[in-house]
């Protein structure tokens, strides 16, 4: 049994190839719905569609007993209905994880109390890591900014023009101890984001999914011990034009090999 990895598009791909880097003998399947990305400027209920659909391919198609999903987008609309509906119903001995959580427990560990966070529309407009934060520490101010040009920009090989666009959304965020980058596609950026903010914690999320997957298998025996070891890698994707070749052979480091899927 595999390990799935789920995005909206490609940034997901930077996020396992980190975790690949950490964990590079298990069996891998990544799937990208680049026929209906961004899902940031899409509703609720349509993502909630697309997203099952694609765990669903997942489990049914690729035999995962383990799906990441590496969207932060579809984790805050999907994946509560995931893991308290659709597995229980339908796949109750496999796993679907987020990357919220994770990146909200990175932030903790700071210690900061005042924290920014730049991602898509949808994600600051949910409010989600300010709800599970404050949970926490109610004292912890969160001051969110939305960057709906980013995930273009790396989707489409904007990179000239991040610079100015970064300097332009950070022109809005107050100073803060901590900045979490909120979208998977981000860390394309995260040089820049440290480099505009010397004194400033900069959380990229494909730096805390390798660690938190690997713990998360140490203490699951029964997950972990049903995978298998086979070092594959297969990339899926639900469009394929050259522009997502290209972006994508870029953002996982080399060439890859890929095929397409109609959900």
């Not at 069996?27 to 940031?40: E, H, M, Q, R």
């Not at 100073?175 to 979490?180: M, S, T």
């Amino acid at each position: 049994m595999k390990i799935g990895i789920f995005d909206s598009g490609l940034g997901g791909l930077i996020a396992m190839r980190a975790v690949v880097e950490t964990l590079p003998t298990y069996d891998y399947v990544y799937i990208g719905d680049t026929a209906n990305l961004p899902y940031g400027s899409r509703s609720r209920e349509k993502i909630l569609q697309y997203t099952e659909k694609c765990i669903d391919y997942l489990f049914r198609e690729h035999d995962c007993k383990i799906v990441l999903m590496a969207c932060n987008t579809a984790a805050i609309a999907a994946l509560r209905y995931l893991q308290t509906e659709y597995l229980p119903k339908n796949y109750p001995d496999r796993r679907v994880l987020g990357i919220i959580i994770p990146t909200i427990e990175a932030a903790l560990e700071t210690g900061a109390q005042d924290i920014g966070l730049i991602a898509t529309v949808s994600t600051t407009n949910s409010k989600v890591y300010e709800k599970e934060l404050q949970k926490i520490n109610p004292n912890i101010k969160i001051s969110s900014v939305p960057a709906p040009l980013l995930v273009p920009l790396i989707e489409y090989d904007g990179d000239k023009y991040a610079k100015d666009i970064i300097k332009d959304y950070l022109a809005k965020l107050p100073p803060v101890k901590v900045l979490v980058l909120g979208c998977t596609h981000y860390p394309m950026y995260k040089d820049l984001f440290r480099k505009m903010l010397p004194d400033t914690k900069v959380i990229s999320q494909d730096e805390i999914l390798p660690e938190k997957v690997a713990d998360y298998l140490a203490r699951h025996d029964e997950i972990r011990t049903k995978l298998s070891h086979g070092g594959t890698k297969t990339f899926i994707f639900t469009d394929i034009t050259p522009n997502y070749v290209a972006t994508a052979c870029r953002l996982f480091g080399h060439k890859i090999a890929f095929t397409k899927t109609e959900l």
